[in-house]
């Protein structure tokens, strides 16, 4: 989610890096994010996980 939020913006301001490049643009602006930032996303992620897998009951989420 935190990257679907910033992609576009860093594509944007820099169109010739590519997708790892972004990658590690973002790994690094999300470890420098504040605690409260890192919350909300992470909350974010686990109702939208919860949403998946209640229109999605059979999904099995192997790790």
């Known amino acids: 989610l935190y990257r ?9 301001m820099n169109p010739q890096l590519q997708n790892n490049d972004i990658s590690g643009i973002l790994g690094k602006a999300w470890n420098t ?13 686990k109702a939208y996980k919860e949403r998946h897998h209640k229109m999605h009951p059979i999904t099995v989420t192997i790790h």
Do not use: C, F, G, M
Request: hydrophobic share 25%; net charge neutral.
């Open 4 to 12: 679907r939020d910033y992609q576009a913006q860093i594509k944007q």
């Open 33 to 45: 994010e504040s605690h409260e930032v890192q919350e909300r996303y992470k909350s974010l992620a």
